[in-house]
């Protein structure tokens, strides 16, 4: 196949993906950050059991870390250039899909690691006000490590996705 084809069938793949992801879009509705805490919060009087190498306080102190970082600034980020092809495809497919998918145990680069001392209280009580402190926050953002600029919105969507990812690796009884 020449060049000429292959570019014009590639441009052609690429638009009937995006037409198809974006009618997906308009139909999978992903939670809001109220709906997330409500659920967070009714995870209090249970007990929590993670299915992964880290367990329930490491898991909510990551999920904190994650949320604290959008406002602060992550310690560590990928470059530019992965932010703006990789790093957005990422989150686009996430976004659309309505799901994310990544290593549960992989901590965010250059964040302090996840230690036992706090218990599963503290670190679900921090992810929560993280999370309140985050809806609150009317000025800039950070980039996110990987998927770089992102808007109140779709911050809010990333967070909300993360949370739910690492819970569905966990059991509450």
Request: with cysteine; proline share 5%.
């Given at each position: 196949?020449?060049?000429r084809?292959?570019l014009?069938?590639?441009?052609?793949?690429?638009?009937?993906?995006t037409?198809?992801?974006?009618y997906?879009?308009?139909?999978v509705?992903?939670?809001?950050?109220?709906?997330?805490?409500?659920?967070?919060?009714?995870?209090?009087?249970r007990?929590?059991?993670?299915?992964?190498?880290?367990s329930?306080?490491?898991?909510?102190?990551?999920?904190a870390?994650?949320v604290e970082?959008?406002l602060?600034?992550?310690?560590?980020?990928?470059?530019?250039?992965?932010?703006?092809?990789?790093?957005?495809?990422?989150?686009?497919a996430?976004?659309?899909?309505?799901?994310?998918c990544?290593?549960?145990?992989?901590?965010?680069?250059?964040?302090?690691?996840?230690?036992?001392a706090?218990?599963?209280?503290?670190?679900?009580?921090?992810?929560?006000?993280?999370?309140?402190?985050?809806?609150?926050?009317?000025?800039?953002l950070?980039?996110?490590?990987?998927?770089?600029?992102?808007?109140h919105?779709e911050?809010?969507?990333?967070?909300?996705l993360?949370?739910?990812?690492?819970l569905?690796?966990m059991?509450?009884?």
């Open positions: 196949m020449n060049r084809r292959f014009l069938a590639s441009g052609a793949t690429v638009a009937g993906v037409l198809a992801l974006g997906r879009q308009r139909t509705e992903i939670p809001a950050i109220a709906a997330t805490l409500a659920q967070l919060e009714s995870l209090r009087s007990k929590a059991e993670s299915r992964t190498a880290w329930p306080a490491q898991v909510f102190t990551h999920l870390q994650s970082y959008s602060t600034g992550y310690p560590i980020n990928k470059p530019a250039l992965f932010q703006c092809t990789a790093g957005r495809a990422a989150f686009e996430f976004t659309l899909a309505g799901a994310m990544h290593k549960l145990t992989e901590p965010i680069p250059g964040a302090p690691a996840l230690v036992e706090d218990g599963v209280d503290i670190a679900l009580t921090r992810l929560c006000t993280a999370l309140r402190g985050f809806t609150a926050h009317a000025g800039a950070a980039p996110h490590f990987a998927f770089g600029a992102l808007d919105a911050f809010a969507q990333a967070h909300v993360h949370i739910r990812d690492h569905e690796e059991a509450f009884a």
